[in-house]
């Protein structure tokens, strides 16, 4: 294999088997004008930044609370042997999420994964005694869409030398889905392919995925 990949892969719905971001608003957020901040949202009149702020504000429980939550739920039952795939045929693998690190996290240590074998960008929440203090270490300055600017990671593998292929499933997604050179949808990035006109490989799981790259590459 002459090329180097970097494989980009988003989180909620992607490795996780649900919106593990939407369960968590659902179980322990609490406000008054919450369908009004998602449509203002999904009419971008604000960004998912702006939208986490607004909605933590509304947080009810605590740090132990939410992670026994979110150990509740289940990644993708072939994610872990994706990430082994990876390591043997030298794909440089990160996770791309515009969701947050503790919950990932809990969910990676249900599941026997450290976090130091996977890259991952995401957002960041540290729970204090009375609020939660939001962190967006990867947005982008110049544009208040995403929280996590997914795009900006593309273009620092791009930049870096590798052919970038990605895997997803939401509206965060498709500024890559637009630009990679191999890309992976369903649901509802599989949806926005369809009426764009991006070539895309569907899938169910990352056992699909292992499937088709191995023919596509050549790989083991």
């Known amino acids: 294999m002459d090329k ?54 509304g947080f009810h429980g605590t740090e132990r609370d939410v992670v026994e939550f979110v150990k ?4 993708d039952p072939y994610f872990k042997q994706f990430i082994g795939f990876c390591q043997q045929n030298n ?44 962190e967006f270490p990867y947005q982008n300055p110049y544009c ?20 970038v292929i990605f895997i997803g499933d939401g509206f965060s997604d498709r500024y890559v889905a637009e630009k990679a050179d191999i890309v992976f949808a369903k649901s509802h990035l599989a949806q926005y392919c369809e009426n764009n006109s991006i070539a895309y490989i569907p899938f169910e799981d990352f056992n699909d995925v292992i499937n088709s790259l191995s023919m596509m590459l050549s790989l083991s």
Do not use: P, W
């Open 4 to 57: 180097k990949y970097a494989v980009l892969t988003d989180f909620d719905g992607t490795i996780s088997t649900l919106d593990i971001g939407d369960q968590i608003i659902q179980e322990f957020i609490r406000v008054d004008n919450g369908k009004q901040l998602e449509s203002d949202f999904r009419n971008k009149v604000i960004g998912s930044a702006e939208l986490y702020r607004r909605l933590y504000a």
């Open 72 to 75: 509740g739920f289940y990644l």
């Open 144 to 163: 208040s869409i995403c929280a996590n600017c997914k795009a900006g990671a593309y273009i620092k593998y791009k930049d870096i030398g590798y052919d």
């Open 91 to 134: 794909l440089e693998l990160a996770v791309l999420s515009d969701g947050f690190q503790y919950y990932i996290k809990a969910l990676f240590e249900k599941y026997g994964i450290n976090m130091s074998d996977v890259t991952v960008y995401c957002n960041r929440a540290h729970f204090d005694a009375d609020r939660v203090v939001l």
